[in-house]
Structures are given as C-alpha cells and as structure tokens.
C-alpha cells in the first residue's frame, strides 16, 4: 500500500479516535446531569466511532480491501485480539429493528428498555440487567444487551492508545502539513 494511503487511513483513524473519546466523555457528562437519552445517544456514539475504525482495520469481503486493511494493521500494530475487532454490540444497535422483532416475538414479559444503573432503575418487579433489552452501568461501563455482557472501558482504553499511535505516525509521515478543518457553508439563495 502507498505511504500516503497509509497516512490518510491513519488520518481517518485518528479522527474517528477522536470521535469515541469525545463520546465516551460525554457518557460521563450527562450521568452527571441525569440525562437518560443523551447518555445512550453518546453510547451509541461511542460505538459507531469506534466500529468505524473496526471497518477500517477489518472491511467487508466484498469491497477487496483485505491486503491493504491487513497492512495497515501491520503498519499501526493490530491483531485480531484488539478491541475493535468484535462489532457485536455496536451491529445490535445498528440492527436494534430486526433484534426488536425477535425480542417482541419471543418474550412476553414487560418491555424494560435503556435503564442506566443509579438513574432509572426498572420499576417493575425485581428486574435487573438481564431482563432490560438495553442497560448500562456506569460504575463498570459495561452495557448489557438483552441480557450480553459488553465491556467498554477496554475499548475506550485501546482508542486512547490508538489515537497516540496514529498522531504519531502522522507526525513522522509526508503529510504532516497536510489536514482537512471542517466548515461549514452557507449559501444564499
């Protein structure tokens, strides 16, 4: 793969490191406040950077980018063991309708839905994380989805180190004096 391939994906890596920092930041943020909706909006955030970067590193079969993505895992250092490998988590929320469908279909018992420990604790019954379709903990960060356990906080760490690594490789590499700031254009009609 050519350097500057390298450099942009690690641009992009970058980027969408900086993304799920800022999101896993924000979970913390507004447990502070109590905001039930915005800290799973921020999960989800979280996972959507972070799966991002995992489509990078391990993209679909179908867009023949295996060589190059299993270089640029060379290249930064990445195996199969990192976080980022497993989707599982961010593709239930990305398929929330079909896994809705089967939980509607396949349980009667009350419908028990993004409860975060400490803030909205189920009101029906004795239910705990098992029985709630989305639950979180913030103590552990560890989110629960009907009834599987998922662990953020070593993803979260991976990220931070990752977001190291590629500043680093940007900063040594040819397009150091190189970077894209978003703007924002308005245009009069």
Same mark, same amino acid.
């Given at each position: 793969?050519e350097q500057r391939?390298?450099?942009?994906? *690690?641009?992009?890596?970058k980027?969408?490191?900086?993304f799920?920092?800022t ?5 913390d943020i507004y447990?502070? /406040? ?6 799973w909006?921020s999960?989800h ?9 995992? /489509?990078i ?19 930064? !250092?990445i195996? !199969? ?15 929330f ?9 396949? !349980? /009667? ?5 993004s409860?975060i ?9 004795n ?10 903990d913030?103590?552990?960060h560890?989110?629960?989805?009907m ?12 990220? *931070? ?5 590629t500043?680093? /490789?940007i ?6 004096n *190189? ?8 245009r009069?009609?």
């Open positions: 793969m391939v390298i450099e942009l994906f *690690c641009m992009e890596i980027k969408q490191c900086s799920s920092i999101a896993f930041k924000d979970i447990l502070k /406040k109590s905001d039930v909706e915005r800290v909006y999960i955030a979280f996972l959507t950077a972070t799966a991002n970067i995992s /489509k590193f391990w993209p679909n079969q179908r867009d023949g980018r295996e060589k190059s993505a299993e270089e640029l895992r060379k290249y930064l !250092n195996d !199969n063991t990192s976080a980022f490998h497993n989707r599982t988590l961010r593709n239930h929320f990305e398929h309708d079909d896994r809705l469908e089967q939980w509607a279909l396949s !349980n /009667k018992t009350p419908f028990i839905d409860n420990s400490g803030i909205n604790q189920p009101l029906i019954g239910s705990n994380n098992r029985e709630s379709v989305r639950f979180y913030p103590k552990t560890i989110v629960y989805f009834g599987e356990k998922y662990e953020l906080l070593p993803i979260y760490k991976e990220v *931070c180190e990752l977001h190291k690594k500043d680093k /490789k900063a040594t590499g040819s397009i150091t *190189c970077s894209f700031q978003g703007k924002i254009v308005i009069k009609k």
